[in-house]
């Protein structure tokens, strides 16, 4: 007789979190084998009145890692958005899951991460490693940029998306899409050892984009290419702090590469579907 899986979800209030658990429920998982991992169990009210566990759990406090991890078989491991020691986090998560005896971590890594030059990337490989040293059986899910990453009402606002890609092209996807990926991931088998790059079918230009906005809003929206400097001037003009918008012109450079762009469809494989079309995906932009 086969034991159903125990499966939590770190970050289970944020945007990539939530979406999986509900994604799992729409798979026939009983809401009873899901935990919901938070750091303030108060916002988790709807999760739990789903009949879904909530545990509090924090990265940078390993003793709630372990206790929440209890019992659990299965793990969707969100990467942290709090880049404070951000591999230390990791690191504390990944030992925890060990500990607890988990059977699966399924990580949220960055598209390309092995090749990839990004800034971003550099956490996520070191993560990478962490788990091969971990013994813990594990999955990687290379996720992609979300379409979500862009401002589409903004740039309806202000008649432009700004960036330093060129004319080099990326593959976005909504949250929902790479939500339904790792919900596929973690209730069925044979996915340890695999690694995934999720990203959509379509490969899109920042022009097309904005030439796509441009037509479903019927406003002018052009896209304004800068240099990876301008951009990181233009958006600490915008209020971002420092660091974090040299890290997103850094990103931007990174497509220059080709480093968030793939022809592989291991997104769609798992979803069962092609990937959400990027008409489809602005105009769920413009009117949410």
Not at 58 to 85: C, E, H, I, M, W
Not at 187 to 205: F, K, R, V
């Amino acid at each position: 007789m086969t034991t159903t899986p125990i499966i939590a979800v770190t970050g289970a209030t944020g945007h990539l979190g939530h979406l999986t658990l509900q994604a799992l429920l729409e798979r026939g998982v009983p809401a009873g084998n899901l935990v919901a991992l938070v750091r303030d169990p108060a916002k988790a009210s709807d999760l739990a009145a789903q009949g879904i566990q909530v545990r509090q759990a924090d990265y940078k406090q390993p003793g709630t890692l372990r206790a929440a991890l209890s019992g659990v078989t299965r793990l969707l491991f969100v990467s942290s958005n709090d880049f404070d020691d951000r591999v230390g986090q990791h690191r504390n998560v990944i030992e925890a899951a060990r500990d607890a005896g988990v059977d699966l971590i399924a990580y949220t890594s960055l598209l390309n991460a092995d090749r990839s030059g990004m800034i971003l990337a550099g956490d996520h490989q070191a993560t990478e490693a962490i788990l091969r040293e971990s013994g813990v059986p594990f999955t990687l899910l290379r996720n992609g940029w979300y379409t979500e990453n862009y401002d589409l009402k903004g740039a309806v606002k202000n008649g432009a998306i700004l960036g330093a890609a060129g004319n080099h092209a990326l593959n976005p996807a909504p949250r929902q899409d790479y939500a339904e990926a790792a919900a596929a991931v973690l209730s069925s088998d044979g996915h340890a050892g695999q690694t995934y790059e999720l990203a959509g079918d379509e490969a899109i230009t920042l022009a097309d984009l904005a030439a796509e906005v441009a037509r479903q809003s019927g406003q002018p929206v052009a896209y304004h290419d800068l240099s990876a400097e301008e951009y990181a001037r233009t958006l600490v003009g915008f209020g971002v702090s420092e660091g974090f918008a040299h890290v997103l012109a850094d990103s931007d450079t990174g497509i220059t590469r080709g480093e968030l762009a793939t022809d592989r469809r291991d997104l769609s494989r798992l979803i069962g579907r092609p990937t959400t079309p990027v008409t489809q995906a602005v105009q769920a932009a413009l009117t949410a």
